[in-house]
């Protein structure tokens, strides 16, 4: 394990020197994730899970940053992932320079880097450290409020995990409170809940990561999603209506299922597109989606009422809703803009 100490750096263009980092890191084929939190919210905990869980999948390195001690990077290295101890030096945060200086020492090849951040929850926030994405840990000890006191730290992160969710029966941390100040901070906030120790949660927060590292090439384009969704929609048994709607549901590794509406003569016992869609997915062992196409002849068929509450319970963060025809050009809202205030554990945040 090799251990580095790292002083400020001298530039004052923090911004160009992440942005380099991050296209250089890009063209090496890492995509490096920095983790944000409080000190002791799970991250190092969380690490070593993902490490056993992902580590046959992809490669994993780690960079741990520290004021002192290599207690974290020991941890990692036990698992046999290959990680850096960085030591800051007394500096509360990691900046772009002292990120590529870690990186450069520690000679990580292709795959997933993680930077453990200082655990702080103002200062990493500020400064970009060259991250494709910035996830923040919240554990559910250190209560709800959070938002609304570190409002920077939600605005810049790509994901927030909260975490230790096994022992929220110990605390007054209330999910729904906490995820919906999140989420007026930043709708784009991909919301996890997850145990390290239980590993509940886990597989949706690492499919994510996948999709992240998988460098944007989506097995699935938006046109694909678009060209499914209106071949489903030739299926649809529509006799009384003749509003034929096709949907293509997304979930966070790419896995698309189709439906398309068939209705009843007795009206009540109707079942939407999207609804078949969510059964075809769940006979498939799906529970979590972030994406559902919906196309029809004409015009916009945005979802029922009922439709919008069966998509919230099993939404990976917050969903997004493509509808469009053949006349309408495609429109994207948020389930949180089409189902405000809704109810429902949101597997996978
Ligand atoms: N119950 C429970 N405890 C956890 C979980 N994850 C971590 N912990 C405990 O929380 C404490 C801190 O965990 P770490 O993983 O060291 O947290 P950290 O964020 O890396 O801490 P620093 O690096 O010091 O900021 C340890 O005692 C862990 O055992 C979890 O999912 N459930
Ligand atoms: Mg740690
Ligand atoms: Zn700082
Ligand atoms: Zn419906």
């Known amino acids: 394990m090799k251990v580095i100490s790292l002083s ?9 020197d992440a942005e380099a980092l991050r296209q250089a890191l890009k063209t090496q084929g890492v995509t490096l994730v920095n983790l944000m939190s409080s000190p002791g919210s799970g991250k190092t905990t969380l690490l070593s899970r993902i490490i056993r869980d992902m580590g046959d999948r992809v490669n994993i390195g780690v960079m741990e940053a520290d004021i002192a001690s290599e207690v974290d990077a020991k941890a990692i290295e036990k698992l046999g ?3 850096i101890q960085a030591h800051t030096g007394g500096m509360c945060h990691m900046d772009a320079g002292m990120t590529k200086t870690a990186f450069d020492a520690a000679g990580f090849e292709s795959g997933i880097v993680f930077l453990e951040n ?3 929850l103002i200062c990493p926030a500020e400064f970009d450290t060259g991250a494709h994405v910035n996830v923040m840990v919240l554990s559910v000890s250190e209560g709800d409020d959070k938002p609304l006191k570190y409002p920077l730290m939600f605005k810049t992160s790509d994901a927030l995990v909260i975490s230790k969710t096994d022992a929220i029966d110990y605390f007054d941390f209330d999910i729904a409170k906490a995820t919906r100040r999140a989420l007026e901070l930043n709708p784009k906030l991909r919301i996890f809940h997850v145990s390290a120790r239980t590993r509940e949660g886990m597989d949706a927060l690492e499919n994510w990561l996948m999709e992240k590292s998988s460098n944007g ?6 046109e694909d999603c678009i060209s499914l969704a209106t071949e489903a929609l030739e299926n649809s048994y529509s006799p009384y209506s003749h509003f034929r709607v096709g949907a293509c549901l997304v979930t966070p590794e790419g896995d698309v299922f189709t439906g398309a509406n068939f209705e009843n003569a007795s009206f009540g016992a109707t079942i939407c597109a999207e609804r078949c869609a969510v059964s075809n997915a769940i006979a498939h062992g799906k529970r979590c ?4 196409y919906i196309s029809c002849d004409s015009g916009y068929a945005w979802p029922c009422g009922i439709c919008r509450q069966v998509l919230n319970e099993f939404r990976s963060g917050d969903m997004e809703i493509w509808v469009g025809s053949k006349d309408s050009p495609w429109q994207m809202k948020r389930l949180s803009e ?12």
């Open 217 to 222: 090439e989506e097995s699935m384009t938006h």
């Open 8 to 16: 400020r750096s001298v530039t004052d263009s923090n911004d160009r």
């Open 289 to 292: 989606f972030s994406k559902i």
């Open 81 to 83: 992932a290959k990680s």
């Open 118 to 120: 200082v655990g702080n």
């Open 338 to 349: 089409l189902l405000p205030n809704g109810f429902g554990p949101g597997i996978g945040g």
